[in-house]
């Protein structure tokens, strides 16, 4: 079974941050291009931000720039979100994909991902 397992989520007020983690399994995360997205109740899901370990490349959301930062541990097979000065509108599920031919160029699209995540629920609010 190939799964990519979230975790780091949480009720947090405005200003704070969080630390979400997404942890795979049954393959190595260095072969693929990674990506997190959000959805908010009723709307849209939305690229967040998109990693590609080859080129060496990192994409990010306008809404999000300069508070949010991926990375990624090969040795832990797992790649992270960092997320800073939270706002209420950042409230959302994230999630996180892989895709074999995702290379994390141009924006983030949730395009030729091959696997996601159940999704962790980030909640800002006071």
């Known amino acids: 079974q190939l799964q990519l397992v979230e975790s780091g989520g949480g009720l947090v007020q405005p200003g704070g941050s969080l630390r979400l983690s997404c942890a795979a399994s049954?393959?190595?995360?260095?072969?693929?291009?990674i990506g997190w997205f959000r959805q908010a109740p009723g709307k849209e899901r939305e690229g967040v931000s998109c990693?590609?370990?080859?080129?060496?490349?990192?994409n990010y959301a306008d809404s999000v720039k300069g508070r949010f930062t991926i990375s990624a541990d090969n040795a832990k097979n797992t790649v992270y979100l960092q997320m800073n000065r939270l706002k209420p509108e950042d409230t959302a599920v994230y999630y996180c994909?892989?895709?074999?031919?995702?290379?994390?160029?141009?924006?983030?699209?949730?395009?030729?991902?091959?696997?996601w995540g159940k999704g962790t629920l980030v909640t800002v609010s006071s």
């Open positions: 994909a892989v895709g074999k031919y995702y290379y994390c160029s141009g924006y983030v699209s949730a395009g030729g991902m091959d696997y």
């Open positions: 049954g393959f190595t995360l260095d072969s693929y291009g």
């Open positions: 990693i590609y370990y080859s080129g060496g490349r990192t």
